[in-house]
């Protein structure tokens, strides 16, 4: 069925300056990625997956500007943890700024480097996680990211990694739009962490596969933010081998649109995966959470925790499913979507659902929203605390069981203190 004319012209508009090298097994998947997104046309508010969000400023032909924003008053996250680091501005690798890629257990390319190449083990990942992820929901934007993406790093895992491998993606320009692309390979019994920072560009596009092999386990932290105006649109594909272990964690501040999607399948028996969130969003402020996750194994484990805190009118949206296919039998499915609404002009959405085709599981699926609870407000308030700084106090408490999902203590703590910083800014 062809396209309407309308999502053709919005098409045709979106990619008219995007361009690709056709060479190697790159120019490949990019061709295969630009016909799936030619099928398919951008995403419309009609969409039934974006009805809660407005993708125009993800679509439209020009970036929106975005102001830079001065986080001089902070240091970096992450800054305490022993990292090698991988440094993007404005989508564009910065190899001065960035640490030698040679790491024990890992082995790391530039994408724009190793694309050119007639074989190379990312070809059995780039764009194959995302193809795999277009059914039975469509996810345009991700097609054109790897249709489209300019740079982005591979990384194959063989043993444990010495030491976390830290994205930082840092916004100079007010008017940069950004597609990055990355790819990560965990070898049968190797383990190794992600992290990621920073607001990235005015406009950031970004699609992060992981293949993770039997036994292997995969640790993802990022935290998005402080810019106020930037627009963000972010994919993982992640396919679990048996008893893989799979866990991801995102804290997000401000922002003025934030849209995190997670595609995961659970292909091996045993495997786990768990994706988690915190949002704390103030204004001009929409951030949408949007989870598949299949369980296609048996004796799989999943959960899903996402946590929002909204005031001054800011939005929340969370859509979240978990389907069970036939065969997959002892699943324990989880998930969890809450928010904390500090006001009454603030707005949370959520779509969870469960579709179960196994008649031996343990799936489960909750969505709240509230106040602060006064009972809990008055104790503190009665011995003393400030309010102000009992609200953060009350707040940290609701974020806990997301952060709770990162098994590194020291990097929770310093997701903890991060937080803490930013709630204590607003007390004033």
């Not at 490949?28 to 630009?34: F, N, P, Q, T, V």
């Not at 943890?81 to 960035?98: C, P, Q, T």
């Not at 994408?111 to 780039?126: N, S, T």
């Not at 036994?215 to 402080?226: D, S, T, Y």
């Amino acid at each position: 069925m062809a396209l309407p004319q309308a999502k053709q012209d919005a098409l045709a508009a979106r990619i008219a300056g995007l361009s690709f090298a056709r060479e190697g097994w790159l120019g490949a998947a990019r061709g295969e990625a630009l016909a799936r997104l030619s099928a398919m046309g951008l995403p419309g508010k009609r969409d039934e997956y974006w009805r809660y969000t407005d993708p125009s400023g993800l679509v439209a032909a020009e970036a929106p500007r975005a102001a830079v924003f001065d986080d001089s008053d902070e240091s970096p996250v992450f800054d305490g943890i022993d990292r090698l680091k991988i440094v993007f501005v404005d989508g564009v690798f910065d190899a001065e700024a960035s640490d030698d890629l040679s790491l024990a257990g890992v082995e790391i390319e530039r994408l724009a480097k190793a694309g050119g190449a007639d074989i190379h083990w990312a070809r059995d990942v780039y764009g194959v996680l995302e193809a795999r992820g277009q059914v039975p929901v469509q996810r345009p934007l991700a097609a054109l990211n790897s249709a489209f993406a300019t740079d982005g790093v591979l990384i194959r895992v063989t043993g444990k990694a010495a030491k976390p491998v830290s994205l930082i993606y840092a916004h100079k320009s007010d008017a940069s739009d950004a597609i990055l692309h990355h790819c990560v390979k965990v070898e049968s019994g190797a383990e190794i962490t992600i992290l990621e920072n920073g607001p990235a560009a005015a406009r950031f596009s970004k699609v992060l596969e992981v293949e993770v092999a039997e036994g292997a386990r995969f640790h993802h932290i990022r935290a998005q933010g402080r810019d106020h105006e930037r627009r963000a649109v972010t994919h993982i594909f992640a396919r679990l081998g048996a008893g893989a272990l799979f866990k991801s964690f995102t804290l997000t501040a401000n922002g003025v649109l934030t849209r995190n999607e997670a595609v995961i399948e659970l292909n091996g028996d045993e495997a786990v995966a768990h994706v988690a969130g915190a949002a704390v969003g103030d204004g001009n402020f929409h951030h949408d959470d949007t989870v598949f996750v299949t369980h296609a194994a048996e004796r799989c484990e999943s959960r899903q925790v996402f946590k929002k805190v909204l005031k001054n009118g800011a939005v929340g949206v969370f859509q979240g499913k978990i389907l069970v296919k036939p065969g997959a039998q002892k699943t324990d499915g989880y998930q969890i979507s809450q928010s904390l609404l500090l006001d009454e002009d603030s707005q949370f959405l959520a779509k969870p659902e469960l579709e179960i085709y196994a008649d031996d599981v343990k799936c489960s699926h909750g969505s709240t929203s509230g106040a602060i609870d006064e009972t809990a407000l008055f104790y503190l308030r009665s011995r003393g605390v400030p309010l102000r700084a009992a609200q953060s106090l009350l707040v940290l408490a609701f974020l806990a069981e997301a952060i709770a999902e990162i098994e590194d203590e020291a990097i929770a703590e310093d997701i903890r203190s991060r937080l803490e910083g930013w709630l204590a800014r607003h007390e004033h």
